[in-house]
């Protein structure tokens, strides 16, 4: 569990964190003695954490969970507890790689379709001075593969494991396998190879900045989001709505009226 000030969102205890703060947290993750698995959410994260209650334990063992995109952000606000900054995946992933190629910690890069993570290594092998990447493997195996997967991510060597399979796959993943890796620290990066490989494009910044990039993965892939986007973004904020209402009444029950589920304030 992270020591960082955190809220609770559809039973998920997310990261109050600045980025210099959250990073720090992953140093510190990193240097102890178990190995460490961070996790990103976003609204779809979270909806998925709703409807599964296998994938709620999943991200509840998770010794550091970011908050990834406006929806969450919103989310927070909403539960009267703003977050300090948006940790999104493509804008916080290169930071942990900055203090990876600093620190001299060697990195795996573990998902995508084959070609793309060993494409966005090329590339940020070339924008992060130092960065180590030591092995690269597509995300398209079954699971009786797994340990095969461990054992090549273990003989690269590296310390740093980023898994992009999606979720709620990367996390199932990671809680799984990440101590055969022998990683110190297991990342769930989503799309992140994708769109430094170039092959999604990202949004304009103009659209980030007003929370709508999913209107950008939306017009890319209709067919694949629409459920995630256009019923998941009401039915994420009618979720958190009707958590903030449960949880505003008296509960004798597991949390005091008025805790709201925040901790750490
Ligand atoms: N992916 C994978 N193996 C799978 C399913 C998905 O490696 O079995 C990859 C997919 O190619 C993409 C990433 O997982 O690079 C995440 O996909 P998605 O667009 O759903 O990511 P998100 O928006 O959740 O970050």
């Avoid at 996790?39 to 709703?50: E, F, G, K, P, S």
């Avoid at 539960?79 to 910690?105: I, Q």
């Avoid at 304009?204 to 709508?212: E, H, K, S, Y």
Wanted: aromatic share 8%.
């Amino acid at each position: 569990v992270t020591r960082l000030p955190s809220i609770e969102i559809l039973g998920v205890e997310v990261a109050r964190s600045e980025p210099g703060a959250a990073l720090e947290e992953i140093e510190r993750l990193y240097l102890r003695d178990a190995p460490a698995f961070v996790a990103h959410v976003n609204a779809h994260t979270l909806n998925l954490v709703a409807e599964d209650d296998s994938y709620r334990s999943v991200l509840t063992s998770a010794d550091l969970v970011l908050n990834d995109g406006k929806g969450v952000m919103l989310a927070a606000l909403v539960k009267g507890t703003p977050l300090p900054a948006d940790l999104n995946g493509n804008f916080f992933s290169p930071k942990v790689l900055e203090l990876a190629a600093a620190r001299g910690w060697p990195v795996f890069f573990l998902g995508a379709a084959p070609g793309v993570a060993a494409e966005a290594a090329r590339r940020l092998a070339g924008a992060v001075p130092n960065l180590r990447i030591v092995g690269v493997r597509d995300g398209y195996f079954d699971a009786e593969r797994d340990g095969e997967v461990a054992a090549e991510i273990r003989d690269s060597g590296a310390g740093v494991l980023f898994v992009g399979l999606g979720n709620p796959l990367q996390e199932r993943w990671l809680a799984r396998c990440l101590g055969a890796t022998g990683a110190r620290l297991g990342v769930g990066v989503g799309a992140f190879f994708d769109f430094q490989a170039g092959t999604v494009q990202r949004a304009p910044a103009w659209m980030n900045r007003l929370g709508l990039e999913w209107v950008h993965r939306l017009a890319l892939e209709p067919r694949r989001m629409w459920r995630r986007y256009v019923v998941g973004n009401p039915l994420f904020l009618w979720r958190v709505l009707e958590e903030r209402g449960r949880r505003g009444k008296p509960s004798p029950g597991r949390e005091r009226a008025g805790g709201a589920g925040e901790r750490g304030r």
